[in-house]
């Protein structure tokens, strides 16, 4: 369904772009030996290089080299076999050297894409328009002291990607799914964790309107720094409105950057950034053109894990799954590794309802991740078998389930320690069910008038007289047999 | 080619150097000179050839990814003008 | 002789055969600093750290184990970051600046043994060619015309270094040539300057003025003393992206090559209308001598030569504004208070830079700035490659170049030049090398009516100093200059 804007003068529609800043997950800075750990002591994590220090000089980090190609294949991106770094001179009180090493004209990875699974099951393709690799800046803190601005630089020089999306997205909800599955498949290939929460992925959102039907492309504002899928979302939705607000009034927008409060729910022009930007980029004469060879990059080719869109395709025909659940279970790389030991050599469908439907709602509703799960995927299993080899009703299973969330025990210690075996052995179900007829002559003869719906008081006096271990199918067979008229 | 004093402030404002008002008028005159004088390189003909990138033909080497450096905050801002605890300063900035 | 009168090479040989001490050595020359403080060599002398490595040096004699450079006292350009020693480019803007690293150039001269005198004045920045734009004034020539007390130029912008060689106040001294400033000011002042292919010392922990162009090198009064030098400071360094991991050749070994079959160019630009008489005269002697030990000059042509200059005054201009744009008040050095983060960065940086430098920021920022870059910059780079090509083309047809190192002898401080391109254009016969990387040295070899010294250059291929130290040396022995001391 296209998202359209009412506006006064008619609909419109919106042109989203977003620039998404991921640090490379590496132990060492890009340029330095410094380390990248987030959290530590102020400027504890800082060499002489990331501090700007006279006579300093980059050296860059081979692995960040090998993370970027990594993701730029992970996006069926083309791999630049020379990609140049560039710097970006600007003064910034978090900027060390007065300028940030990055590439311009010649990045890493030029073009690639992103599949979006919508939900209504089908897909739709983002493009990419460029990933490159830049340093990180340090951290102003304003509220330590009143007159001044303190100056954290551990973040200074860490590795980032800029991955810079086509102006292909149309909707905030599309801008959410983009932001989620790059995450996904960033994770998949570790090479960022995509924490939001943390800044190691931050998004800048590029935002104009045009009337539904045009193809032109208005002035664009770029929104900086949001810092959840959720705010990304709601400023792009604001952001949309302020414009058709102007253009429906008869006025302009200007090229600005604006800043989101999600407080307010509102953008505002950032002022400071408001000076012209001239950033005279040219290459940096302190490091050579970055050459890869072919065999570089085959290696890189050849360790890439399955990525979710092929794991979902493969989920879907091997398994059986419908789309949606194969979505849900391989967001999270963890999550689709978890449900395939539950089920192997088992009923999928039944393993993927079990994990979808019980487990991530015990981890949703207790804030966990996967790896954190009280319950492990060869519990999991050893649950299902025994609810497929009928020791356990579904019912009962559903109970196991509970106790091994609260207790982390597995299902067979469970169901021996409670002696919560179902009853399949006939001569006991049958001796219950012959006691309860002999005790209610009156009940089995009104049933055996025709009044059906007597059989749930049959069914529960047995489940009574069983703890509720009566096989559920055996015993409706049974009483079937006997009640009949 | 000659600067203006427009010219010199904003680029004097790039490169973060105060010039007083008075200054901007002589310097102009001196920085159109020197890019006057270097405007004779627009008489090459430069069509086939590709830039020179860096100094020299080695190639880039990388390092390998192994956090051996910081953990000396003390030395990292033992020459700050105005260091506060381990922090760096500067006057406020207002976003 | 005098102990201040000593070549490195005699040093050398006499402290190993115990009749000096590195002790005695090293206390002759911090009296002859003293004596001749009126030079203004220095910036900061650092006499109780030679003295104790003037000890260890002798410990290490002692025992027999003792580097190419024990005990040889040395002066170091005040561009080299020197663990706890004040280091100050000569600038106002690194006021109280004490690194706590340090250059792997001083640190390899360091595990060679040699003992540290202090740092050297130079050009603010390694901005000039005279030495006079040093914050801590000007470095006096101990050369003086013939019947004339006025003071004159040592060139630059190593000119503390060369004068300090010249006068005695050290047996050598490190420089860094960006476009002349080791072999200009060695040219001035009657030494021996080397300034060695781009990539064969390292950068790391030298204060950068340009980075694609500087490049350390030694300062000596012989031939011989510079290839003993350079050899204990080259090298590859892991820490500098554009270091060479070519192996380093035995430089003193070739200088006993000789010259016999070689053939040595001699570039018709370099002899342009009205070219100083003495100097073209000088030229002309040099080129005998050599033919005279068994070369051929073979004429040759450098058709963008003329372009140097002006390709050299966007290059570097344009690095070093981005280079010096760490020059902020907030890490290190000077800062001038201010309301706002822009105006404390204005102030400082308007205090802390004197004219030439804040000149060549303003040029550098202006031809890297948004609608120029590819006018200026861009256009440079090109036409660089075109005279590294010249060269190249140039060592097809013969094996070294020789031509005169400055286009006049020293000129009075205090000259008067129009304009600043007046002053650039002491730089006419080195900036060439330095845009094309080749090695380079400048070898004294002559004095003018009025007794001023002048040098001549010779011009090597890439990675082949070998064939410039023959060649040079065989200039000296021809050449029988007669040192000051």
Redesign the interface.
């Known amino acids: 369904m296209a998202y359209i804007l009412k506006g006064e003068t008619g609909d419109w529609e919106v042109v989203i772009g977003l620039e998404v800043h991921a640090q490379v997950v590496?132990?060492?800075k890009l340029f330095?030996?410094?380390?990248?750990t987030f959290g530590a002591?102020?400027?504890?994590?800082?060499?002489?290089?990331?501090?700007?220090?006279?006579?300093?000089?980059?050296?860059?980090?081979?692995?960040?080299?090998a993370q970027a190609v990594k993701t730029g294949l992970g996006l069926k991106a083309k791999i630049n076999k020379c990609s140049?770094f560039a710097?970006k001179?600007y003064?910034?009180?978090d900027l060390?050297?007065?300028?940030q090493i990055s590439q311009y004209d010649q990045p890493i990875v030029g073009e690639g894409a992103i599949v979006l699974d919508m939900p209504d099951g089908s897909t739709r393709a983002i493009g990419v328009e460029r990933l490159h690799l830049e340093q990180d800046a340090g951290k102003?803190?304003?509220d330590?002291?009143?007159?001044?601005?303190?100056?954290?630089?551990n973040r200074a020089g860490v590795g980032l990607m800029e991955i810079v999306s086509k102006p292909d997205l149309r909707s905030p909800e599309e801008a959410g799914l983009y932001l989620k599955k790059l995450r996904s498949i960033l994770r998949y290939l570790g090479t960022c964790d995509g924490n939001m929460e943390e800044g190691s992925m931050r998004c800048d959102a590029n935002v104009s309107v045009r009337p539904v039907g045009s193809n032109e492309l208005r002035t664009r504002c770029e929104i900086k720094n949001v810092n959840s899928v959720r705010f990304v979302m709601m400023a792009i939705e604001h952001e949309a409105r302020r414009h058709i607000e102007v253009y429906d009034a008869g006025g302009t927008i200007n090229q600005e950057t604006r800043?989101y409060d999600a407080n307010r729910d509102e953008t505002r022009s950032?002022r400071?950034k408001e000076?012209a930007h001239?950033y005279?980029?040219?290459?940096?004469?302190?490091?050579?053109?970055?050459?890869l060879d072919d065999a570089f990059i085959a290696k890189l080719k050849s360790e890439l894990p399955e990525l979710p869109d092929d794991k979902k395709n493969r989920f879907v025909k091997d398994y059986g799954l419908t789309a949606y659940d194969a979505d849900v279970l391989v967001s999270e790389r963890e999550n689709a590794q978890f449900f395939e030991t539950v089920a192997k050599g088992r009923d999928a469908k039944i393993a993927a309802n079990w994990v979808i439907s019980n487990l991530f709602g015990v981890l949703n509703k207790q804030g966990k991740a996967i790896a954190e799960s009280p319950v492990s995927a060869d519990d999991l299993g050893a649950l299902l078998d025994l609810l497929a080899d009928n020791t356990l009703s579904s019912r009962m299973a559903k109970e196991v389930f509970e106790i091994m969330v609260d207790t982390g025990k597995a299902p067979g210690a469970i169901v021996e320690e409670r002696g919560m075996k179902q009853v399949t052995d006939t001569g006991a179900i049958e001796a219950a069910v012959d006691k309860i007829m002999a005790e209610n002559p009156d009940k089995v003869a009104e049933i055996r008038a025709g009044k059906d719906k007597l059989i749930g008081w049959f069914t529960g006096q047995a489940m009574k007289a069983t703890q509720g271990k009566a096989n559920p199918a055996m015993l409706a067979e049974l009483l079937k047999k006997k009640l009949a008229p | 080619m000659s600067l203006d004093k427009a010219t010199v402030r904003r680029i004097a404002?790039?490169a973060?150097i105060e010039v007083p008002e008075a200054d901007l008028e002589p310097l102009a005159g001196e920085l159109s000179g020197i890019l006057g004088w270097i405007e004779q390189l627009q008489e090459v003909d430069t069509s086939a050839v590709a830039p020179m990138?860096?100094?020299?033909d080695?190639?880039?080497?990388?390092?390998?990814?192994?956090?051996?450096?910081?953990?000396?905050?003390e030395?990292?801002?033992a020459n700050a003008p105005?260091a506060?605890?381990?922090?760096?300063?500067?006057?406020?900035?207002?976003? | 002789m005098t102990l201040t009168s000593l070549t490195i090479a005699e040093a050398r040989d006499q402290l190993r055969a115990k009749k000096i001490s590195a002790v005695e050595l090293t206390e002759a020359h911090l009296a002859e600093m003293t004596k001749q403080k009126a030079l203004n060599a220095f910036v900061t002398e650092t006499p109780d750290i030679a003295r104790a490595r003037a000890k260890e040096a002798d410990a290490a004699l002692a025992k027999g184990d003792a580097p190419a450079l024990t005990g040889i006292p040395l002066g170091i350009k005040d561009l080299?970051?020197t663990e706890g020693v004040l280091?100050t480019?000569s600038s106002h803007i690194?006021d109280g600046?004490k690194?706590?690293?340090e250059?792997t150039v001083t640190a390899k001269l360091k595990a060679a043994g040699s003992v540290m005198l202090g740092k050297l004045n130079l050009d603010e920045f390694a901005m000039g060619s005279s030495t006079t734009t040093s914050y801590y004034g000007p470095t006096i020539n101990p050369w003086k015309a013939k019947g004339s007390g006025a003071d004159l130029v040592p060139g630059g912008s190593s000119g503390g270094s060369a004068a300090a060689v010249a006068g005695g106040l050290a047996m050598g001294a490190t420089g860094t040539d960006t476009g002349g400033s080791i072999r200009q000011p060695a040219a001035f002042a009657g030494i021996v300057g080397v300034k060695p292919t781009y990539g064969r010392c390292s950068?790391?922990?030298?204060?950068?003025f340009?980075?694609?162009l500087d490049q350390p090198g030694p300062m000596t009064r012989t031939v011989r003393d510079s290839a003993i030098m350079l050899q204990a400071m080259c090298g590859h360094d892991?820490?500098?992206?554009?270091s060479s991991k070519l192996a380093v050749p035995d430089f003193e070994k070739a200088l006993s090559r000789g010259v016999k079959g070689l053939k040595i160019g001699i570039p018709k630009e370099y002899r342009p209308d009205g070219l100083n008489a003495e100097v073209a005269a000088l030229w002309d002697q040099g080129i005998a001598w050599l033919k005279d030990a068994g070369a051929t000059p073979v004429d040759v042509s450098l058709p963008h030569t003329k372009y140097a200059l002006p390709t050299y005054y966007i290059v570097a201009p344009?690095?070093a504004?981005?280079n010096?744009?760490?020059y902020?008040g907030?890490?290190?050095g000077l800062r001038v208070a201010g309301q706002s983060?822009?105006e404390m960065?204005s102030k400082t940086r308007a205090a802390g830079f004197g004219p030439e430098v804040r000149r060549r920021i303003l040029i550098g920022?202006y031809v890297?700035?948004?609608g120029y870059?590819d006018a200026y910059?861009l256009k440079a780079q090109k036409v660089r490659a075109l005279i590294a090509r010249d060269f190249e083309q140039a060592f097809t047809q013969c094996d070294a170049l020789l031509t005169p190192t400055a286009p006049t002898p020293a000129f009075a401080i205090g000259a008067k030049f129009d304009d600043p391109v007046a002053m650039y254009l002491n730089d006419v016969f080195t900036v060439p090398a330095s845009l094309a990387g080749i090695p380079g040295s400048s070898v004294p070899a002559g004095l003018t009516s009025t007794g001023l010294p002048l040098g001549l250059q010779v011009l090597t291929k890439r990675w082949d100093e070998e064939t410039m130290f023959a060649v040079s040396q065989t200039l000296e022995d021809a050449a029988a200059f007669k040192r000051l001391v």
């Not at chain 1, 330095?32 to 990248?36: H, I, L």
């Not at chain 1, 400027?43 to 002489?48: A, K, P």
């Not at chain 1, 060390?96 to 300028?99: D, E, I, N, S, T």
């Open positions: 590496s132990n060492a330095s030996g410094a380390p990248t002591e102020p400027n504890s994590q800082v060499s002489f290089i990331d501090a700007g220090m006279p006579g300093m000089l980059p050296v860059i980090n081979e692995h960040c080299v140049v710097r001179n003064f910034y009180a060390p050297q007065g300028y102003s803190i304003h330590m002291h009143p007159q001044k601005t303190f100056i954290d630089l800043l950032m400071s000076m001239d005279r980029y040219f290459p940096d004469p302190d490091l050579l053109p970055l050459v | 404002t790039l973060r990138t860096g100094g020299t080695v190639k880039l080497p990388w390092r390998a990814d192994v956090a051996n450096d910081g953990g000396m905050a030395a990292v801002t105005d506060q605890g381990a922090f760096f300063t500067v006057p406020k900035v207002v976003e | 080299f970051c280091t480019a690194l600046f690194p706590r690293y250059s950068r790391w922990g030298v204060v950068a340009a980075s694609s892991p820490k500098d992206s554009t344009a690095e504004s981005s010096l744009a760490r902020d907030v890490r290190f983060l822009d960065y920022t890297l700035s948004a870059y910059y």
